[in-house]
């Protein structure tokens, strides 16, 4: 009891000490008529007393621990732990800038070298965006790297559109906002660039002679700067009017689609004379980068009219586009080196280009001395290297043939999926099949259809031609379903289920 009485002594001092500090106790208990806890920033001397009594007696207690030898032996054995969590923090917090820093020397190096001519800021900007673009995709993080580009640019009173390295910026804004499908604000932007391109190709930038004081090595320099960035301008404006097309075409709006497409093809044709007439400035790599680069995006505006054409009923003129299309494919299939083995050689490697994009218009700005000496240099050592390892597993036959030949071997289907030629064929059959079941011509639909099937068995786990042979594998399941052939139709749903649910298709 006297316990229980003890305890309600300290309660009551605690909250009711403003009336009394002796210990509770019911006997000749009184209070007042009306009891209510006050609480105000006021203090009593009697409670003053009481905090300075517990503050002596706390800090007497803590020296006292202190001073204690045991307590400082202790501290003693605590010592290389704390050591050691310094140390940690001190590493961390230099491998993380070491990370950043690492970062941006590699992508400015290897990735996607932005033009000395930027401010720094924006050139940060542009290293983040080709991070967010081409090292670990995200484009709604990219598109606010551009966005973040441009208005520096404009708060530096240096947004001037006829500048190409500017204009670079807006392309790379374009691009990231077509990958979320925003195509409202795209088109307004491919507009401007349209605008801008075709201003800046009329004007005499691209086409202004060396200067005269020169020496003879420095004008070769400018003269070569001045058909690189002609080239560059004219391919950058065929891909804005394919883009625009394409928009065009989800729109509804079909005539303006087939003129962008037209002009597409047009600035094309431009490029194609311009390279073969500059082949003496490119080496072999380069050239072969940008024939495939404007080959790959002829065939898919030649896709794109032959897909118009056969909406709007004209068979014979889709017909014709489309198996011009699948010519250009196969040339460039029959082009590449098919065996995975002899893919990796010496020469591919150490000739690689440090963009892969060969028309872009940074490239045509870095310094040749930083080219020459350094960014060539390093990524010469990074591919010997590249070369010694895979001269290592080539003497691993075992390994290496499985590596290189097994069907679901993620590290071959990664370099496919970059490739914007994996499955174009099979997209071009595809597109034959649906204008000839539009024709009522059931024996080549069903030909074109089987043929996508077959060369898209192997790679089912390549997303693009699991998805061909999804769309071929439904066709013939639904042309089945209307020959009331219900066998068939139900043989080829249960297919094209299989397959979605295999590959996990259309999760996105």
């Keep these: ?118 401010d720094e800021e924006t050139r940060r900007l542009l290293r983040a965006y ?41 392309i790379k804004y374009a691009d990231a906002q077509l990958s979320i499908n925003d195509n409202k604000n795209a088109q307004i932007t491919l507009k401007t660039i349209i605008s801008s391109l075709d201003s800046l190709l009329m004007s005499d930038r691209t086409t202004e002679m060396p200067d005269k004081t020169l020496n003879s090595a420095e004008s070769k320099i400018v003269n070569s700067n001045n058909m690189l960035l002609k080239e560059c301008i004219l391919y950058n404006l065929a891909n804005s009017k394919f883009n625009l097309g394409k928009i065009s075409t989800e729109n509804g709006d079909f005539n303006a689609a087939k003129n962008e497409f037209a002009e597409t093809l047009s600035k094309i044709f431009e490029i194609e004379t311009l390279v073969d007439s500059n082949a003496k400035i490119y080496s072999d790599s380069q050239k072969i980068a940008k024939i495939s680069a404007f080959n ?91 070369v010694k390892v895979i001269s290592y597993i080539k003497n691993d036959y075992e390994l290496y043939i499985k590596q290189a030949f097994e069907p679901k071997s993620k590290k071959i289907d990664k370099i496919q999926v970059l490739d914007g030629w994996v499955c174009l064929d099979a997209i071009i059959m595809n597109q034959m099949a649906q204008l000839y079941k539009k024709k009522h011509d059931y024996t080549k639909f069903t030909e074109f259809c089987n043929k996508v099937i077959s060369l898209t068995s192997t790679k089912h786990n390549i997303s693009s031609c699991a998805e061909c042979a999804h769309y071929s594998l439904t066709m013939l399941a639904d042309f089945y379903k209307e020959q009331q052939n219900m066998t068939l139709a139900s043989e080829y749903y249960n297919k094209s289920a299989e397959l979605v649910s295999k590959q996990n298709l259309f999760q996105d």
Excluded at 73 to 80: A, D, I, R, V
Excluded at 136 to 164: G, Q, V
Excluded at 350 to 378: A, C, G, H, M, W
């Design 1 to 118: 009891m006297s316990k229980l009485l003890r305890f309600n002594g300290l309660w009551h001092i605690q909250f009711k000490r403003n009336y009394s500090l002796r210990p509770f106790t019911f006997k000749n208990a009184s209070f007042p008529a009306n009891t209510q806890l006050k609480f105000s920033n006021k203090a009593t001397p009697r409670g003053h007393k009481m905090n300075n009594t517990f503050m002596i007696i706390h800090k007497r207690s803590f020296i006292k621990y202190f001073n204690d030898p045991f307590a400082a032996e202790s501290f003693n054995k605590l010592k290389p732990l704390m050591n050691i969590i310094v140390i940690g923090c001190v590493l961390s917090i230099s491998g993380i800038l070491a990370y950043l820093h690492g970062s941006h020397w590699y992508i400015e190096n290897f990735i996607q070298p932005t033009s000395p001519q930027l």
């Design 296 to 386: 790959l995006l002829k065939t898919n505006a030649t896709i794109c009219l032959g897909e118009i054409f056969t909406i709007e009923n004209k068979y014979k003129n889709a017909e014709i586009l489309l198996s011009g299309a699948l010519d250009l494919v196969t040339a460039h299939n029959l082009s590449q080196i098919s065996d995975q083995v002899t893919n990796f050689t010496e020469s591919d490697l150490l000739n690689k280009t440090i963009d892969n994009d060969p028309f872009t218009i940074n490239t045509v700005y870095q310094p040749r001395s930083e080219l020459s000496s350094s960014n060539q240099n390093y990524t010469y050592k990074l591919n010997a290297l590249a």
């Design 130 to 170: 080709a991070f967010r673009k081409k090292m670990y995709p995200n484009p709604r993080i990219a598109i606010i790297y551009t966005e973040r580009a441009i208005e520096n640019l404009k708060k530096l009173d240096l947004l001037d559109l006829s500048n190409p390295l500017v204009l670079d910026v807006y």
